[in-house]
C-alpha cells in the first residue's frame, strides 16, 4: 500500500489550504483514514480520521470546527480541508490508513503512512 499525500504549502493565518491523500496497492476492500500532524520538536498528534463510509468522523479538539475530513472511495482519496488556520497548525501533516476500518485516535491503529506534506501558517 501507497499513500501520497498532497496540497500543502504556506498560507497566511485566517486562510484556507486542502490536502489530498491518495491509497493505491491493497487497500483491502474497506479501510479507514486518519490525518496527523507533527510540529518542530513535539509528538505527532491526531488530527481527523473517517470511516469507510464516511458517514463517521473525528476530529481532534484544536481543530474541531475548523478542519473538514472527507472521501472518495472511488478515487481511493481522503481529503482534509483546513479552514481559518493558525500559525499552531504549522506541522508536517501525514495521511495514514488502518485496514481494521476503525477510525481511532491512537497512531498505533494504522498500518500504512504517507510521506507528510508540510503546512506552514505565518502570523
Known amino acids: 500500500v501507497q499513500l501520497q499525500a498532497s496540497g500543502g504549502g504556506l498560507v497566511q493565518a485566517g486562510g484556507s489550504l486542502r490536502l489530498s491523500c491518495a491509497a493505491s496497492g491493497r487497500t483491502g476492500s474497506r479501510y479507514a483514514m486518519g490525518w496527523f500532524r507533527q510540529a518542530p520538536g513535539k509528538e505527532r498528534e491526531f488530527v481527523a480520521a473517517?470511516?469507510?463510509?464516511?458517514?463517521?468522523?473525528y476530529y481532534a479538539e484544536s481543530v474541531e470546527g475548523r478542519f473538514s475530513i472527507s472521501r472518495d472511495n472511488a478515487k481511493n482519496t481522503v481529503y482534509l480541508q483546513m479552514n481559518s488556520l493558525k500559525s499552531e497548525d504549522t506541522a508536517v501533516y501525514y495521511c495514514?490508513?488502518?485496514?481494521?476500518?476503525?477510525?481511532?485516535?491512537?497512531?498505533?491503529?494504522?498500518?500504512?503512512w504517507g510521506q507528510g506534506t508540510q503546512v506552514t501558517v505565518s502570523s
Open positions: 495514514a490508513l488502518d485496514t481494521w476500518a476503525r477510525a481511532g485516535r491512537p497512531d498505533r491503529e494504522y498500518d500504512y
Open positions: 473517517i470511516s469507510w463510509s464516511g458517514g463517521s468522523t
